[in-house]
């Protein structure tokens, strides 16, 4: 019975280990403002990816939003992240691209999906 315990103790000791080991993740959220679109307009948040799905929230310009750091390109399907290294510029010209849409947390909490062109990321 002792040998068992002891494989036990000696296996979370190497899993709490390597745990120790791994990188810390990137932050959940990071933020954005509602830029490229007229004064008297809002964007549109999505459901999903897809200017036929449905508007769940909408945002003026120069508001602040929250985004995962999840994008994709619709047409190819590649989903990719801008929450990592890089400036604020750089991340835009990923975002910018057409057809990349970026996951945004609505002030309601709610994950909704907004065409990365209209959101310039901090």
Do not use: H
């Amino acid at each position: 019975m002792q040998t068992v315990f002891r494989l036990i103790l000696a296996a979370a000791a190497a899993a709490t280990a390597t745990a120790a080991s791994v990188p810390a993740q990137a932050s959940a959220f990071t933020g954005g403002t509602i830029t490229a679109i007229a004064p008297d307009d809002a964007l549109n948040i999505r459901k999903w990816p897809s200017t036929a799905s449905k508007i769940i929230d909408a945002y003026p310009l120069n508001a602040p939003i929250s985004l995962t750091g999840r994008c994709k390109d619709i047409t190819t399907n590649v989903s990719f992240r801008i929450d990592g290294y890089g400036s604020a510029s750089w991340k835009y010209a990923q975002m910018k691209k057409a057809y990349v849409w970026c996951q945004v947390m609505t002030d309601d909490a709610e994950l909704g999906w907004a065409r990365g062109k209209y959101i310039w990321p901090e």
